[in-house]
């Protein structure tokens, strides 16, 4: 008997010692091929630098090796070089140093498009539709809206000139005042939309969110809603700690929100509700569509694995993939991939395989291998596809003249002409422009001689050019040439044809430039088909 046991304990001493220096070779392993690809780098950089024709623009082309080398792993693992810093702080803490006012591309300049209330542009009389004709002096015609954006951050208390030039006005507008630190409110609306009904609209999740979201709560809670609904729709994500702490205001104090694994599936992070909840028993709906990723489907995936929320809209992105931002040499930063989040329900939700170890390219996964998962309450959820709700509603299907007028800016430029125009207007909950104004409207888009091409068309056409490189040309001309004028877009049948989707557009940035993000809010959700599946959804 002793015998066997001498023998199996030196079996097991043999085994053990045998791992201990294969993976002491797979460890030599790694970092010689670390330091041989290292070596390889900068062998390339030297002989480059030595050797090649032209002046090189160094960290140009060490920031293009750097992105090319993470664009192959996953879109989340990224480098954030030293002139982003401000940048990735503004991400995280939702605060930066500027006038408080979103921006866009308008033909050789770039305008306000919305002045938020209460800030500092808004403080300092700057209106949507003025467009920025000089920074301290620097010209800024022809500059893209990333570099417009940045010259108008800065250090809070930095003085900054304005040049402007103002629908109806002939001489510019200067404007001198200091930039403030602006906080963006990850609650961009909260209220009451029916019958003690609550609603909050939650953008982001920044170090701030959880504050936000208490000062909306607790507003709402002192106006005695009996039932809430949190809107997610396209909210990205940001801070799982933040989704962690939100949780708890309707959470038992301890309860498992999320747990984070890294790749040897050995080290696991639990989060934790830290806090008492606030209301603990209010019926919640969480509304959610394809853009929801990471902490969101973090938020109503925990709740729904915990049967606390009846989740609402269509399915989420599908982000189960954990990042953490670790700071390199000379100010710069990588985000990087660390971990995979598991549920409550034990379940992973990310819906698109990558893979950096092997040359193919990134795969969804399908839903002939998900995995059955179950509820607190017994009911069936499934991994690898986001979060699938529990009441869908479908997405109002578009049309493209509504999608052009928008992004050509007609709809802007009429918005701004009719703001001039009129002094004031209806409550955003009754607002409606009357018929005369929208032939007013139709009269304005000839005016600018607008015109767009519709998809089919487009590929109508690239469809005879195919058909003429196989030799079938002479067979098909014909039916080509029938179905050509069919398919061609008529600007004014469609804008009688698709009143309805223009008019609401029209009326939404109407709103926006007398009552801004509030009014928004208050006029979209008189037409909201998902806020009211939700609040049916907990009546």
């Given at each position: 008997m002793k015998k066997i046991l001498f023998f199996t304990a030196l079996i097991f001493i043999s085994v053990t010692v045998e791992a201990q220096k294969n993976n002491s070779k797979k460890s030599e392993q790694k970092y010689y091929d670390i330091f041989r690809c290292s070596d390889i780098y900068n062998s390339v950089w030297r002989e480059l630098d030595i050797n090649y024709v032209d002046t090189l623009n160094h960290e140009k082309l060490n920031d293009i090796a750097i992105n090319s080398m993470l664009q192959s792993l996953d879109p989340y693992t990224v480098y954030i070089p030293e002139q982003q810093e401000e940048d990735l702080k503004a991400m995280t803490t939702g605060i930066y140093g500027g006038i408080g006012a979103v921006v866009q591309k308008h033909n050789d300049y770039v305008v306000i498009s919305e002045p938020r209330y209460g800030l500092t542009a808004y403080k300092n009389g700057i209106l949507a539709g003025d467009e920025i004709v000089s920074i301290d002096n620097e010209n800024m015609k022809g500059k893209t809206v990333s570099y417009v954006s940045n010259r108008l951050k800065g250090i809070p208390g930095s003085e900054i000139k304005l040049k402007l030039r103002r629908h109806g006005e002939n001489k510019l507008i200067e404007k001198t005042f200091h930039r403030e630190a602006i906080h963006i409110n990850s609650i961009e609306y909260y209220g009451v939309v029916a019958?003690?009904?609550?609603?909050?609209?939650?953008?982001?999740?920044?170090?701030?969110?959880?504050?936000?979201?208490?000062?909306?709560?607790?507003?709402?809670?002192?106006?005695?809603?009996?039932?809430?609904?949190?809107?997610?729709?396209?909210?990205?994500?940001?801070?799982?700690?933040?989704?962690?702490?939100?949780?708890?205001?309707?959470?038992?104090?301890?309860?498992?929100?999320?747990?984070?694994?890294d790749k040897s599936a050995k080290n696991e992070r639990k989060y934790k509700t830290p806090f008492v909840p606030i209301m603990p028993d209010i019926p919640l709906a969480i509304i959610?569509?394809?853009?929801?990723?990471?902490?969101?489907?973090?938020?109503?995936?925990?709740?729904?694995?915990?049967?606390?929320?009846?989740?609402?809209?269509?399915?989420?992105?599908?982000?189960?993939?954990?990042?953490?931002?670790?700071?390199?040499?000379?100010?710069?930063?990588?985000?990087?991939?660390?971990?995979?989040?598991?549920?409550?329900?034990?379940?992973?939700?990310?819906?698109?395989?990558?893979?950096?170890?092997?040359?193919?390219?990134?795969?969804?996964?399908?839903?002939?291998?998900?995995?059955?998962?179950?509820?607190?309450?017994?009911?069936?959820?499934?991994?690898?596809?986001?979060?699938?709700?529990?009441?869908?509603?479908?997405?109002e299907k578009g049309n493209y003249i509504s999608y052009y007028l928008f992004t050509d800016n007609i709809i802007f430029d009429f918005a701004t002409q009719y703001y001039y125009s009129h002094p004031k207007i209806e409550n955003p909950s009754t607002f409606n422009i009357t018929d005369d104004e929208y032939n007013s409207f139709i009269s304005f888009v000839k005016s600018k001689n607008f015109t767009y091409k519709l998809e089919s068309e487009k590929m109508l056409s690239q469809l005879r050019k195919l058909v003429e490189t196989e030799g079938y040309l002479t067979q098909t001309d014909t039916l080509l040439k029938q179905l050509s004028p069919m398919l061609k877009a008529d600007v004014e049948r469609d804008l009688r044809d698709f009143r309805k989707d223009i008019q609401k557009l029209l009326e939404s940035e109407i709103v926006k430039r007398y009552y801004y993000q509030r009014g928004y809010y208050e006029f979209f959700l008189r037409y909201d088909d998902w806020l009211a599946k939700a609040i049916e959804s907990i009546k």
């Open positions: 019958d003690s009904i609550g609603y909050i609209a939650l953008t982001d999740f920044t170090d701030q969110s959880y504050n936000d979201f208490k000062v909306a709560l607790t507003a709402l809670k002192d106006k005695n809603i009996k039932r809430l609904v949190i809107d997610l729709r396209n909210n990205g994500g940001g801070l799982v700690s933040e989704a962690v702490n939100i949780a708890s205001m309707f959470l038992p104090k301890g309860t498992n929100i999320v747990s984070m694994r959610v569509n394809e853009n929801s990723a990471s902490a969101s489907e973090i938020l109503a995936g925990a709740f729904q694995d915990l049967d606390r929320a009846v989740i609402v809209g269509a399915r989420s992105f599908g982000k189960g993939l954990v990042q953490a931002i670790r700071q390199l040499p000379y100010g710069g930063y990588l985000k990087v991939t660390t971990a995979k989040y598991y549920l409550p329900s034990g379940r992973c939700i990310q819906s698109i395989d990558y893979d950096g170890s092997t040359s193919e390219r990134p795969k969804n996964i399908p839903d002939s291998l998900t995995n059955k998962f179950k509820t607190v309450g017994g009911r069936t959820v499934r991994d690898k596809s986001g979060i699938t709700p529990d009441v869908s509603v479908e997405n």
